[in-house]
Each structure stands twice: as C-alpha cells, then as structure tokens.
C-alpha cells in the first residue's frame, strides 16, 4: 500500500540552527500539507501547497518556515532559526483531492523534532 | 473563533462493548468532517467521513453521526477490539478552506 514517508524521524538541533525535514508523498497525490504536534497537544495545520505554490498557511507558519518541492518526489519544510517552541512532531500528509472536495489526506509517520 | 474540542479525554471500555466517542465544534460554517486515529508513534490515520449534508455515516465496524443543531459529533466503534485502542480525533474543515482543525484527542483503552 502506498504511502507517505518522512526523514529523519528524530532530529535534535541547537537553537537558532537551520533545519530541513523531509516527505515522500505518494506520487500520484497533488496536494500536500504540513501539520504539527506539540507533545500532548492537538495536530495543528501549518501549510497547504497545490500546483508548486503555497495554497494556504497558518499563522503559525510565519517568515522564519518554507516549503519546497525540489523534484517530482520530495516536499520539504525549511525552519531557518529554530526555537524552543519549534520542538513538535511534523507530519506530512497528501492527498489526491482537494481538502474542501472530500479528498483523504494520508498522513507520515512524523519528523520528531528537538530544540535544544 | 474556531473550536474544535471533545467532552472527554479518555476513555476506556471492555473488549466486545461498543465505544462512543464525542467531539463539540463551534465553527457552523463547517461543512465536512473527519474522524482520525492515531496509535502511538504513528501519524493520524483517516477513519470515515461525513459532509455537513448528512446526518450519518456508516463503514465497517464504525459509524459517524453529526448534530448540526447542537455542533456535535460522535464516532460509534461496534465491538471494540484490543486494537483500536488509540487516540481519536475529529477534524473539521470549511468549505474552501485547505484547513483540517484537529480536536485535542480522546485516548481509547480498550481492556481485554
């Protein structure tokens, strides 16, 4: 079964360091999300991205975040100075329908990220 | 503002019994909505679905209700077995809007 995949699955960075966390969604999908979780906390929606720009963003996803579809298979998400805050699991997640059209969004397992 | 929440934040039932969980939204210009499940160490996982037309849905095992008189959702897991055990969310989105709004998760036990 197809799926989406994400690296790395943990990643510890110093704050103010500069991190990439990588998604693999399925191929034939067209739509591509970054959500997060802070550790017991609710998934929160970060950013939508269609047809290589960025649909929709939260307000969470400020200046200091950008995303990227460098290639026909990844899509990244770049946090150019990490904070504190920042540590969460980010899960990436696709689908081949628009949200609004009742498309189903598949979820990665997540990018556990640690700011120390 | 928008709201998505649930009444409990755990729950834990027997094996075999059926399983009721609720979710409270706030936002009535929402018109579809999703339950998730997520098992530990794992990303959210789509369960069923239903638009703001209906009133209920049903799959295999499980069945979404919607209240849109009183913004209120429920799951139904028939027979609950040791492996939905998890936490539950549900999600809400607007028409237009790319947007899921999770709730904050009900953790479901599910004791042999």
């Known amino acids: 079964e197809p799926e989406v995949t994400q690296t790395p699955s943990h990643q510890v960075t110093q704050m103010g360091q500069e991190v990439i966390l990588r998604c693999v969604p399925i191929?034939?999908?067209?739509?591509f999300y970054w959500y997060r979780q802070i550790l017991g906390q609710k998934v929160e929606f970060l950013v939508s991205?269609?047809?290589?720009?960025?649909?929709?963003k939260s307000e969470i996803f400020d200046d200091q975040f950008s995303v990227e579809r460098p290639d026909g298979s990844n899509f990244t998400l770049k946090i150019r100075s990490t904070k504190l805050e920042d540590s969460a699991m980010y899960f990436c997640?696709?689908?081949?329908?628009?949200?609004?059209?009742?498309?189903?969004?598949?979820f990665g397992e997540g990018s556990r990220l640690t700011v120390l | 503002g928008e709201s998505v929440g649930l009444h409990l934040p755990t729950l834990s039932v027997q094996e075999g019994d059926n399983s009721i969980i609720n979710c409270a939204y706030s936002?009535?210009?929402?018109?579809?909505f999703i339950w998730y499940k997520q098992e530990s160490g794992k990303g959210p996982q789509f369960i069923i679905d239903?638009?703001?037309?209906?009133d209920k849905r049903q799959g295999q095992r499980v069945t979404v209700l919607l209240n849109k008189t009183v913004k209120h959702l429920s799951l139904q897991i028939a027979a609950t077995q040791p492996g939905d055990s998890a936490v539950y969310f549900c999600a809400e989105n607007q028409g237009g809007s790319e947007k899921l709004v999770f709730g904050k998760g009900t953790k479901l036990t599910v004791n042999p």
């Open positions: 239903i638009r703001s037309n209906m």
């Open positions: 936002n009535s210009a929402s018109d579809y």
């Open positions: 997640a696709s689908s081949d329908l628009a949200v609004t059209n009742t498309g189903e969004l598949f």
């Open positions: 191929s034939n999908h067209l739509y």
């Open positions: 991205f269609y047809n290589n720009e960025i649909s929709e």
